[in-house]
């Protein structure tokens, strides 16, 4: 597949809360629907899309274990929170013509196909989309942490990770008004600064294997796009 774009294959990590748009909970479609345009300017331009969603707008195992509920099975309630993420994701993305695998790390025969590297691989090649849904397929992790292990796994030229901000800042944009942002970050630093991009084990798992992480803001109409043809926005983390 020719691509005129910087990168051949992203991973794109994109939170449960994300989904969630202007809801308290669950999956508002308009979200969904404006995130598949976004993904359709990635493939336009030949770029070979993997994606990685969370389950915060459904359930975090630690928020329930919190609440008294033993943790690895809020851990599996948070990972089926993602499988549904993903369903619903493929739905949007296929409903704008892309053909969209969804894998799970978790079995789930008749629903969606087991996670597997080499048939993943080859769905990108052929040009489909690829959601990796259940996270890990373990507890005790995140998302955020899939989604480095899937780029890692899949050669992905870049770990995309969508935010509401406009990048890594020195501190909340949100509640500090002299908060700068970062253009460019290495792993130590994000680190040393303990700055909440992802959570540690995703960092590490990025510093170990060279795999360069940007963070941006999802809602900025085509930066999707932007970024593949060498635009500049958010923040790019290396080592
Ligand atoms: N989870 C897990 N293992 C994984 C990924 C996710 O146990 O490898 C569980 C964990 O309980 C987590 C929930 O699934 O809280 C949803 O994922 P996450 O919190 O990463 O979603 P996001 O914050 O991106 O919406």
Known sequence: EQTSAKYKRILLKLSGEALMGELDFGIDPKVLDRMALEIAQLRGLGVQVGLVI??????RGKALSEA??????????????????????????ERSNMPTRVMSAIPMSGVVDHYDRR??????????VVIFSAGTGNPFFTTDSAACLRGIEINADLVLKATNVDGVYTADPKKDPTAEKYDLLTYSE?????????????IV???DHDMPLRVYNMNDTGVLGRLMTGGEH???IVS
């Open 190 to 202: 994000v680190l040393e600064k303990q700055l909440g991009v992802m959570d540690l084990t995703a």
């Open 119 to 128: 048939s993943a691989i080859r769905a990108l090649n052929q040009g489909d």
């Open 54 to 59: 969370g389950g915060g707008n459904l359930f």
């Open 205 to 207: 798992l990025a510093q």
């Open 68 to 93: 008294g509920l033993d943790r690895v099975a809020g851990d599996h309630m948070g990972m089926l929170a993602t499988v549904m993420n993903a369903l619903a994701m493929r739905d949007a993305l």
């Open 234 to 236: 958010g923040t790019l």
